[in-house]
C-alpha cells in the first residue's frame, strides 16, 4: 500500500524497521477517525504530540525506552515504547524517523542521547510544530507489538500513521503510534 503524499508507504518508518529486521509487517486496517472506539479515539485523533495526550491520560510522566536507533547525515530513525508513572509501563510503540537538521544542535543532541521523547523536547523547547495524521489504522494480533508493548496474545492494536510539521510546513518526522491495548 503506497502513501501518494511523497511515495512512502502507509506504515514507514514501521515498514523499514521490520524489514531490516526480516519480520513481516502486521496486518492492518485503515479507520477513519471518527470510527476509532474510546479511549483511542482521544488519545489518537488529534494534531498535538503523543507525549503529552498519554500523561494526561496516565496522569503521570511519560519516559522513553529506545530499542533501536540509527543514525543518518541529518536523520535519526528509531523504534521506541512510551512508558508511563515510576513503574515504566509500557502504554505507546513507536517507529519514528527525525530530520535532525530541523533542529537546533542543542535539541539535536538531546533527541540522539534518546531519554526523551520527541514530543516532550518539542513542548519543552517552544519548537512550533503540529500533527497530521495520515492515516488511523487498526493492527492484528502482531506477536512483536505484543512482546513491545506486554499485551495478551489475541490483542488488536489501534494507532496512527502521522506526520509532525514544523514552521513553514517543514516535516520534522514521520512517526507511526500504536498504543497498548
Known sequence: MSDVSGGRDLL???SLFRRDGGAPL???TVVEGGAMPEPFHSLLVHHGDMTSRLEAHFGAPITLRVLHCEQRPGQYLREVVLCAGPEKMPVEYGAIEIDLDAFSSEVRALI??????LGGLLNRFAIEYRSEPRVFITLGPDPGMRGHLGAPAASVFHGRCNVLLGA???VLAHIVEILKP
Request: cysteine-free; glycine content about 26%.
Open 12 to 14: 514507514y518508518p514501521l
Open 26 to 28: 502486521p496486518g492492518f
Open 112 to 117: 540522539v542521547e534518546g531519554r526523551e521523547p
Open 168 to 170: 513553514g510546513g517543514r
